[in-house]
């Protein structure tokens, strides 16, 4: 007579199943009147189809603000109230802020005073 047996089931070892997980992306929360943003990509030809190097281009000045401090607080203690929200368009000065690279994006953070403009369509 033969006999069968069953087959356990096989588990995958932690590691496995860490390695099989899609990363998460890291949320930032600026503070006081900072705001992050994420510089628009500027066009690396010209017109004409020269092409720009990396070297003689300028900074972009134009991008997508992707997360508003609350602001900063004020001498009577209250805080200020801050004009921009997640999404919007903006225009900021070609120097600002620091920039930093966080999940292999270009990011820049900078002062709300450095904000000139946001962009409507």
Request: charged share 30%.
């Amino acid at each position: 007579m033969a006999t069968t047996t069953k087959a356990k089931p096989v588990r995958a070892s932690k590691s496995t199943a860490r390695a099989a997980a899609t990363p998460t992306t890291k949320k930032l929360r600026p503070l006081s009147d900072r705001v992050v943003i994420q510089p628009s990509p500027h066009e690396e030809t010209t017109k004409s189809g020269i092409v720009i190097p990396d070297t003689a281009k300028e900074k972009p000045q134009e991008g997508k603000v992707l997360a508003v401090g609350p602001g900063r607080i004020l001498d009577d203690g209250k805080r200020e109230q801050m004009d921009l929200k997640r999404g919007d368009k903006v225009l900021y000065a070609k120097y600002a802020g620091s920039e930093f690279k966080l999940d292999g994006e270009d990011l820049l953070i900078i002062s709300a005073k450095d904000i000139l403009a946001v962009v409507e369509s």
